[in-house]
Every structure is written in structure tokens, then in C-alpha cells.
């Protein structure tokens, strides 16, 4: 029996109009997480950075409660940061990760939370779709049939999130658990991507580019050349038969 290993690329890039980068992500091999930090002054930065950080320090999580558990807590280190700080009041970020948990056997389980319209995609057997709701006014719209995934995607109000840490003591998380299969490769990114570049232009990227690395760093590149006009952060993480496993991450 072969084992089951996660490979992985991350790409984050200031873009081509904002002045700083308030996105921020994490990977480690087991626990993945891209966060997109939202607030004046350095509150943007602060709050996504905090949440990143707070993933960095997590031991091996054991399912998707604990997972959501560490979202919570993220959450309450956002609140006293800006309790603290009134050029930090109202900062607050996304926040979407992913986790590899311990099974019994040798199945890969993997866990998933988000909060925000930060995004996960699975690519598996060619077919490419978004694993996470959007907690947005658009994504609420679209789910509501009152906006079609065409028109939220021009919607001048699409940036406009209806969850997210920074912003209450209580914290819904969205969760899932699931079985990692060897080809299946995940994508999670900031709303940087998705406004810049389309789902379908997404998955031939993820399709045609093998290494995780190379992947992450060409869908940056085309949210650039199609204006990159936000923050955008891309991870890659791909289930690969353990024993193909080159250890070599990459991130840029
Ligand atoms: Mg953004």
C-alpha cells in the first residue's frame, strides 16, 4: 500500500494599484491557509497576518472541529489586537485553510474551513469547481437566484463580505471533512484571482501545469496582467503518491 502525501506551491503578489500586500498565507505540509486582511491603516495587514500566524502555531489538528476551533481563536486575537490599538479598530480578514487530520487507516482525510470569499477549488478527474461558499453579499445574491454567477462576477459591490474574523466575538465557520485521492489538486486563493481571472481560465491553468509551484505563480501572473488590481495569493496542494514525493515546496 502506497502512502499519500500532500505537495504544494504558494504565490502572493502586491499587484499592480495597492501599495501593500494584506493578504498573507501559511503551508507546512499538513495545514494550508490563505487569509485576505481588510481595514484602514495597517488594519488590513495586521488582522490577516494575526490569523496566518495563529494557523503557524497550530500542532497536527485532528479534525475539522479543532480546525474551526483555531478559526475562533484567530478571531479573538483579532478583537484584543484592535481592543488595544484604535488605528486597528474594525480591521478584519478572510480566511480559508486546509488540513490534512489523522485517519485509522491508510486513507488521506483532509479538513476544510472558511470564512469570507476567500475561495477553495478542487480539480479531480478534469472537473473543476469551488468547494466553499462565498460569504458575500454577491455570493448571497447568486445562492438566492437573484444574480447570476455572471453578473455577481461584475457586481460593483462583489468585494463586499458578509463574514469575517476581526468583525464580531462569535464567528461562524463554514466546515467539511473529506478523503484526499491521489490527483485531486486544491486551490486556495484571495478574491485577488477570482475578480482578475475567470474559473474556466483557472482550471486549464491548474490542468496543464503539473508543478504546484509553477501553477500558483502563473495564475499570480495573470491576475497582474489582467489588471491586478488587488492583492493576489494563490496555494496549489496536490494528493501525490508518498513514494513520487519530492520534498521540495515552493513559494514566491
Ligand atoms: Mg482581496
Redesign the pocket.
Known amino acids: 500500500m502506497s502512502e499519500t502525501a500532500l505537495r504544494w506551491g504558494l504565490s502572493s503578489h502586491v499587484g499592480r494599484v495597492r501599495q501593500v500586500n494584506?493578504?498573507a498565507a501559511m503551508a507546512n505540509g499538513l495545514l494550508f491557509a490563505v487569509a485576505?486582511?481588510?481595514g484602514g491603516h495597517r488594519g488590513g495587514e495586521v488582522a490577516s497576518d494575526i490569523a496566518a500566524g495563529h494557523f503557524r502555531l497550530q500542532q497536527e489538528v485532528t479534525n475539522a472541529d479543532e480546525l474551526a476551533d483555531a478559526v475562533v481563536e484567530a478571531n479573538t486575537l483579532i478583537r484584543a489586537r484592535a481592543a488595544t490599538d484604535p488605528t486597528l479598530s474594525g480591521m478584519g480578514t478572510?480566511l480559508v485553510a486546509l488540513a490534512r487530520i489523522p485517519s485509522e487507516d491508510d486513507e488521506l482525510l483532509l479538513a476544510a474551513v472558511n470564512v469570507g470569499?476567500?475561495r477553495m477549488y478542487r480539480l479531480e478527474d478534469g472537473e473543476f469547481e469551488q468547494v466553499t461558499q462565498d460569504h458575500s453579499l454577491v455570493g448571497e445574491l447568486t445562492r438566492a437566484g437573484q444574480l447570476s454567477p455572471r453578473e455577481a462576477a461584475r457586481h460593483p459591490q462583489r468585494?463586499v463580505v458578509t463574514r469575517a474574523l476581526g468583525v464580531d466575538d462569535k464567528v461562524d465557520v463554514d466546515k467539511w471533512t473529506f478523503t484526499g485521492v491521489v490527483g485531486q489538486r486544491y486551490l486556495l486563493c484571495?478574491?485577488?484571482l477570482i475578480?482578475e481571472v475567470t474559473d474556466e481560465e483557472i482550471g486549464a491553468v491548474l490542468r496543464n501545469i503539473d508543478e504546484p509551484g509553477d501553477a500558483a505563480a502563473k495564475l499570480v501572473d495573470m491576475a497582474n496582467w489582467s489588471g491586478g488590481r488587488?492583492?493576489?495569493t494563490v496555494l496549489v496542494v496536490d494528493v501525490v503518491d508518498g513514494a513520487e514525493c519530492d520534498p521540495a515546496e515552493t513559494e514566491s
Open positions: 494584506q493578504d485576505d486582511g481588510m478572510t470569499d476567500s468585494n484571495s478574491d485577488g475578480d488587488d492583492n493576489t
